[in-house]
């Protein structure tokens, strides 16, 4: 089986058991990461280290593999639904109410007015026998009990930096940090051969390391306790442009430098390096939740001119919101959805002046530079990281209503 063809099959494998789980959606496994889109947040996770791409997999670790993400993306699509494992509980719970009453009420029927005196008190006692004798639920998967503290705890963070506080290398439990390039080529692929300049492939080739000169000190974290996957980046196909596009994801102790001011510029510099080598058009480096899909912590977001530096801002951090900002899109929808509102986007922002770019930033902390005829980017100091989400409202309230901003 082709490496094409092991990937297409796990993807409907997986769909199919999502589907006995009661979640609806599409399964699309791109590099390293596995997507569930449609019906529901758009979520990801990525493939078990042990994966296997080779055409000696079997049918049964096929199928083990896919019962394992598929419950992984149940789990993601709960928390990115903003619910919790409790709530579920207690939703499950009240569900067993209305039958288990029947049940009971049978039962002391059945013992009171069918069993003769002698057997009530040994039925009875059976019967309480039998229910003390029932295991306790199943013992909870290490990994997920992990993810769901990880996850509670990228959330209380979350808060925090929305009441004005600021983030620490001590807050990196739950997040990763993410680069979004987007080209008008149509050859920008995760396997490019030019990447290993930048990331040192490991012997499993799930995860990378980051390796570049120009990166000292997230080359010099260590490797065992992070990792980079590189992964196709869906927002490509709802681009202005027709092209491809990836998306480079690093987690553990790499996000503690992103969360450190000063380490926090060499992302930067490598993004723009990364940028130019991709001969990308769209860029953007930002924090998110890994177990959700909403941005958080913007910092870099680059394009052909002002405009196109606002279209990545917008489609980056406000398209992901918790509820998406960009008009005609709801939570849920892929990149069919996408395409019809970003244009739109794309098309009024086309116009947009450095001048009135900076009007629009001057509340948010937020600068913009113009490189005419190459680039512009738009940039949040690593204080006001949040401040880029408020920015994306304050570009699509400008540029989608009659609101007048400064010429």
Excluded at 228 to 245: F, H, M, N, R, Y
Aim: proline content about 5%; glycine content about 8%; charged content about 20%.
């Amino acid at each position: 089986m082709t490496d094409t063809g092991w990937r297409a099959e796990l993807g409907a494998r997986t769909t199919e058991i999502l589907g006995r789980f009661g979640v609806a959606g599409r399964v699309e496994v791109e590099g390293q990461l596995v997507w569930l889109i449609g019906h529901g947040p758009t979520v990801e996770v990525a493939l078990p280290e042990l994966a296997t791409t080779s055409a000696a997999q079997t049918p049964q670790e096929l199928e083990r593999l896919a019962e394992r993400l598929a419950r992984e993306l149940a789990n993601a699509r709960r928390h990115a639904a903003g619910k919790t494992d409790s709530d579920s509980s207690w939703v499950g719970w009240l569900k067993l109410i209305p039958p288990l009453s029947i049940m009971v009420l049978v039962t002391w029927a059945a013992a009171h007015y069918l069993l003769p005196p002698r057997s009530l008190s040994r039925s009875s006692s059976t019967f309480n026998k039998s229910t003390a004798a029932k295991p306790s639920a199943q013992a909870e998967d290490p990994s997920a009990a992990k993810r769901e503290r990880d996850y509670r705890s990228c959330m209380q963070t979350v808060t925090r930096i929305q009441q004005g506080g600021s983030v620490t290398p001590l807050d990196i439990d739950g997040w990763v940090v993410e680069l979004s390039l987007i080209s008008d080529r149509t050859d920008l692929e995760p396997t490019a051969a030019w990447f290993s300049e930048y990331f040192e492939t490991r012997p499993n080739d799930i995860e990378k390391s980051q390796h570049w000169t120009g990166s000292p000190v997230l080359t010099g974290v260590d490797p065992a306790l992070a990792g980079v996957l590189i992964s196709k980046e869906p927002l490509a196909d709802a681009a202005p442009v027709t092209g491809s596009g990836i998306k480079i994801t690093w987690r553990g102790q790499y996000v503690s430098k992103y969360f450190a001011e000063f380490e926090r510029q060499e992302y930067v510099h490598l993004a723009d390096a990364l940028y130019r080598a991709s001969s990308a058009r769209y860029g953007a480096l930002y924090a998110r939740c890994a177990q959700g899909v909403a941005r958080y912590l913007g910092a870099w977001f680059r394009g052909p001119d002002v405009g196109g530096a606002a279209w990545t801002l917008i489609a980056e951090i406000g398209l992901f919101a918790d509820v998406p900002q960009v008009p005609g899109v709801k939570s849920g929808d892929g990149p069919e959805q996408w395409a019809v509102s970003l244009n739109r986007i794309a098309i009024l922002s086309h116009s947009l002046t450095r001048k009135q770019a900076a009007f629009l930033l001057s509340s948010t902390a937020g600068s913009v530079a113009e490189r005419p005829g190459v680039s512009a980017t738009l940039e949040f100091p690593f204080a006001q990281g949040f401040r880029a989400n408020s920015a994306s409202q304050k570009f699509i309230r400008a540029l989608t209503t009659d609101m007048a901003i400064s010429k």
